[in-house]
């Protein structure tokens, strides 16, 4: 069945005085604040009639600002992941270290957000038992889940198959991702191949530590980490793998080892395969990953 959610729209009015000096620079002050009205309203909608023109906040506590550069003064409020954007228009940065901006319009004023810290409404997706049914889900750099999506079938992964120096970490897979993914590493190494995990679900909060990491490092338009609501770890079918001979990091060169040979030889026996491959990364909008693994149940296809 269909699951229906229910994010907040948070509506706030704020009268800015301004003024400008000789060299109509903006002052440094904070800004005065006559009047700001917190009214959250609750608000069902549909998932098939999406308003593209409409974002959410998927970060916590993204800043505002006058206009559209992190130098511009920001008014003093932050947005919580969820709220509702009404998006005017779209404003492209050509920098790559530099966000994008998003022109919204508040009680008449104008404000903008970082792009970076926005996504799109949670996509339709197929429910069975209050889960998305495996293989059937929709998420990627354009799509995304329910932020407060939470798989509630999900099972701690026993230590063994956690690799060296991340035995603390407590990962979890649903439980037919996990049954299948352990039954591929017991192959692995029986064949004498060392294949081991590395990270497996992320909750939208958590992958906000990633991406907002990986956007310090790379700058905001960085390709190698998803938007929180965006990432397939929030599935719970999805694991990042490494292997001995590269120290158990993520790396491209993982796809130099025998373990990664060994999974293109036989990870579709468990209905498993690389999300983003040489072939399809640039299409899909992020990074070549060779360590990431889907699980996609009664809907593999082997492509």
Not at 52 to 59: D, E, G, I, K, P
Not at 120 to 131: A, C, F, G, I, S
């Amino acid at each position: 069945m269909f699951k229906w959610t229910s994010t907040f729209i948070l509506i706030f009015l704020i009268s800015v005085s301004c003024s400008k000096n000789n060299n109509n620079q903006e002052k440094k002050q904070s800004i005065p604040e006559k009047k700001v009205l917190n009214d959250i309203i609750k608000t069902n909608y549909s998932p098939k009639k999406i308003d593209l023109n409409v974002l959410q906040v998927v970060c916590s506590n993204i800043p505002v600002y006058l206009k559209p550069t992190v130098y511009s003064r920001k008014i003093n409020m932050k947005l919580p992941r969820g709220t509702q954007i009404n998006m005017n228009k779209m404003i492209w940065i050509p920098n790559l270290r530099s966000f994008d901006f998003v022109e919204t319009i508040f009680n008449n004023h104008k404000y903008y957000l970082p792009y970076q810290y926005l996504g799109p409404l949670p996509t339709e997706q197929n429910y069975e038992n209050n889960n998305i049914i495996i293989g059937k889900e929709i998420v990627d750099n354009k799509q995304a889940l329910p932020l407060d999506y939470k798989p509630d079938d999900l099972e701690l992964i026993p230590v063994k198959y956690r690799a060296q120096g991340y035995q603390w970490r407590k990962m979890y897979l649903r439980k037919e991702a996990l049954n299948a993914f352990r039954r591929m590493l017991d192959h692995a190494y029986k064949d004498g191949v060392d294949i081991k995990l590395i990270s497996t679900f992320r909750s939208s909060s958590f992958q906000e530590i990633p991406y907002k990491q990986t956007m310090a490092v790379v700058g905001p338009k960085q390709k190698s980490s998803a938007k929180p609501g965006q990432s397939e770890h929030q599935l719970g079918t999805t694991a990042d793998v490494s292997t001995r001979a590269i120290g158990y990091t993520l790396s491209q060169s993982f796809a130099r080892t025998k373990a990664y040979f060994w999974i293109l030889k036989n990870a579709y026996k468990y209905k498993i395969k690389i999300s983003y491959t040489k072939d399809n990364y640039h299409l899909k909008g992020y990074i070549w990953e060779p360590w990431h693994l889907r699980y996609w149940g009664n809907y593999f296809t082997k492509d």
